[in-house]
C-alpha cells in the first residue's frame, strides 16, 4: 500500500490556473474511477472536493475539477483566491479494499 | 445536522490499548460505510481501517493489520477502534469519515492519541 505521489508544493497568483497531479498504479487510480480529493486547512478537519475523479459535492465551487488519464488523476483550481491556500490531498480505492492517499501538495496563493 | 464526533484519545505508553468512538448524527448511519483516518503531527492523511454498512467487509491499513480492529454498532449509531499493542509512530489525530469506495464526504473534528513512555 504505497502512498500516491503528489508534488510537495505548488503555488500561483490569484486569478491564475493551478493543477496537482496524483499518480497511482494500475491498481488504484488506473483501475477504478474512485479518485477524490480533500481540501484541509490549517488546525480543521479535511473537507471532500471531488468526487469519484470529476464530481463536485453541493457547494463546492465550481473552480475547482478533477480528471484522470491513466494511473495519474489531476485537481485544477481556476481564478485562485487567497482562501484556496491549503493543503490538498488525494484518495484512490485500491483493489485490495483499500484506500490509499496521496502524501499532500501545500499550495501557496502568491 | 450531519455530524461526527469522536472521543476516547489520550495518552497511553507503548505496548498499551486504547479505544477510539464516533457518534453519529443527521443521518442514517446504518445506511453508510464508515473509515478511520489518521494524521500525525505535520504529516499527511493516512487511511487506516473501513468497515461497510452491514460490518460484511473490514479493510485495515498494513500497517495496523493484527493491532487495530474496527467495528460499529447500528444501534447507537457508533463506530469503533480497538487499538492494541500501540506503538510511538501510531500518534496522531485519529478522524472518523463516513464513505465508501470513492468518497469521505463528512468528517468529524478528530480525537487525538500520543504513545509516549
Known amino acids: 500500500q504505497s502512498a500516491l505521489t503528489q508534488p510537495a508544493s505548488v503555488s500561483g497568483s490569484p486569478g491564475q490556473s493551478i493543477t496537482i497531479s496524483c499518480t497511482g498504479t494500475s491498481s488504484d487510480v488506473g483501475y477504478y474511477n474512485y479518485v477524490s480529493w480533500y481540501q484541509q486547512h490549517p488546525g480543521k478537519a479535511p473537507k471532500l472536493m471531488i468526487y469519484?475523479?470529476?464530481n463536485r459535492p453541493s457547494g463546492v465551487s465550481n473552480r475547482f475539477s478533477g480528471s484522470k488519464s491513466g494511473n495519474t488523476a489531476s485537481l485544477t483550481i481556476s481564478g485562485l483566491q487567497a482562501e484556496d491556500e491549503a493543503d490538498y490531498y488525494c484518495n484512490s480505492f485500491a483493489t485490495n479494499g483499500a484506500r490509499v492517499f496521496g502524501g499532500g501538495t501545500k499550495l501557496t496563493v502568491l | 445536522e450531519v455530524q461526527l464526533v469522536e472521543s476516547g484519545g489520550g495518552l497511553v505508553k507503548p505496548g498499551g490499548s486504547l479505544r477510539l468512538s464516533c457518534e453519529a448524527s443527521?443521518?442514517?448511519?446504518?445506511?453508510?460505510?464508515m473509515n478511520w483516518v489518521r494524521q500525525a503531527p505535520g504529516k499527511g492523511l493516512e487511511w487506516v481501517s473501513s468497515?461497510?454498512?452491514?460490518?460484511?467487509?473490514?479493510y485495515s491499513a498494513d500497517s495496523v493489520k493484527g493491532r487495530f480492529t474496527i467495528s460499529r454498532d447500528n444501534a447507537k449509531n457508533s463506530l469503533y477502534l480497538q487499538m492494541n499493542s500501540l506503538r510511538v509512530e501510531d500518534t496522531a489525530l485519529y478522524y472518523c469519515?463516513?464513505?465508501?469506495?470513492?468518497?469521505?464526504?463528512?468528517w468529524g473534528q478528530g480525537t487525538m492519541v500520543t504513545v509516549s513512555s
Open positions: 468497515i461497510s454498512s452491514s460490518s460484511s467487509a473490514i
Open positions: 469519484e475523479v470529476s
Open positions: 469519515a463516513r464513505g465508501s469506495m470513492g468518497t469521505l464526504d463528512i
Open positions: 443527521g443521518f442514517v448511519f446504518n445506511s453508510h460505510s
